[in-house]
């Protein structure tokens, strides 16, 4: 018999039982969207991640202090002696806290980030209108701020907010400088939403003890490890022990990142994919119960000479066709969710893998193959004469 015999067959019959045959094809759908849907939003991720870091080139150390106790702590002069040592070009040392931020009546919580003037460089930031800090208003211990774009949103609308003043935690600050819209920088922080003001001032005004994270550049990509290697080795002659910090360069961030998000959506493949073995699992049951309906036919056929391998091909191709279609349907419906998720939430990218959707559909397909041998094998091995007595 004909490949394609069998698959008008295998056509005739899903089309005689429409509503069983989607029902059956409804666990391989949601599979395979689901596999496309969650490998498009984590590789969006990783995309997201590469670009949240790619203005900041790979020549930036991060350099976390996780000590507690004046053992293992730097003040900002302490920090800012490495300035200039060979490999280093620059730093900035941060304080952060969610704080209040208050404005006529208007009252909205977001990240005071306590910096020095190095710090908007060092970030890749450009400022939309004024300055940006300056040395002077460390010295001075200035009551100055630089608010992202989301802030001066928030209070300004469209208004000019330079030399307004806002309340810090009680205390005013004049607004010298609005940042340009940027998004999250290595800590993870979004400038957008952050108001910058003088490391000293921060320090007196929120009665912070001494800081635990700064940013150093290198001169340039190739003198990172150098610089990385000055840094390790100030740090252990401070704190006598290579324990209570870490020290991280754009590179590591990004892999450390992508690796937790490759994982996250590699488990969640996983447990999409068990809606596969789900599916083909109904797949091998309504095979089963359409070899019980189907039992006379088989007989008639085999006594006018169709042979086993006849018997087995047939019902083979219509298991591998319902989990084909289905692993089509659930294909166009994985593509169609990736491309739609952007707008359902807009924070979130997505990027389609064609690989992805085409093993997706193989294995849907290989599903069909697997799960309806059985049921294929159990109708080639009926007896003629028993099939003819089955009522």
Not at 117 to 140: I, P
Not at 216 to 237: I, K, N, P, T
Not at 253 to 276: D, E, G, P, Y
Request: aromatic share 8%.
């Amino acid at each position: 018999m004909r490949i394609w015999e069998l698959f008008q067959m295998a056509m005739s019959t899903i089309r005689s039982n429409p509503l069983r045959t989607i029902l059956t094809m409804l666990g391989v759908i949601i599979g395979v969207a689901s596999v496309i849907t969650l490998v498009s939003i984590g590789q969006g991720t990783s995309k997201a991640i590469e670009k949240q870091y790619e203005g900041l080139g790979t020549n930036l150390l991060t350099v976390n202090l996780m000590g507690n106790g004046r053992a293992t702590q730097l003040n900002y002069d302490e920090f800012m002696t490495l300035e200039g040592t060979a490999g280093i070009s620059s730093i900035a040392p941060t304080m952060t806290q969610n704080s209040s931020i208050k404005f006529d009546r208007t009252t909205e919580s977001y990240n005071v980030i306590g910096t020095n003037d190095r710090y908007l460089d060092l970030q890749k930031g450009k400022m939309a209108s004024g300055r940006f800090l300056a040395q002077a208003d460390l010295d001075f211990r200035n009551h100055v701020a630089v608010i992202g774009s989301d802030v001066a949103t928030k209070f300004f609308g469209k208004e000019d907010p330079i030399d307004e003043e806002i309340n810090v935690k009680g205390y005013m600050y004049t607004i010298i400088g609005v940042l340009q819209t940027k998004g999250s920088n290595t800590s993870g922080t979004s400038l957008d939403s952050s108001v910058l003001v003088p490391l000293p001032t921060m320090s007196r005004d929120f009665k912070l003890g001494n800081i635990r994270t700064a940013y150093v550049e290198a001169s340039s990509g190739d003198l990172v490890s150098r610089a990385q290697l000055a840094v390790e080795a100030y740090l252990f002659q401070k704190f006598k022990s290579t324990t209570g910090y870490n020290i991280l360069n754009s590179s590591e961030l990004i892999s450390a990142r992508q690796t937790a998000s490759s994982t996250l959506t590699n488990q969640l493949v996983a447990v999409a994919a068990i809606s596969l073995l789900v599916g083909g699992i109904g797949i091998m049951n309504i095979m089963l119960v359409t070899v019980s309906e189907r039992t006379r036919e088989i007989g008639i056929r085999k006594s006018i000479g169709a042979k086993r391998r006849n018997i087995l091909l047939q019902f083979l191709v219509e298991a591998t066709l319902i989990s084909g279609m289905g692993g089509l349907i659930g294909l166009l419906v994985g593509v169609a969710l990736s491309l739609a998720w952007p707008y359902i939430n807009p924070s979130q990218e997505t990027s389609l893998s064609l690989n992805v959707g085409f093993y997706a559909f193989l294995f849907s397909a290989l599903v069909g193959v697997i799960f309806g041998l059985y049921p294929a094998n159990k109708a080639s091995k009926l007896k003629p004469i028993d099939a003819l007595r089955y009522d």
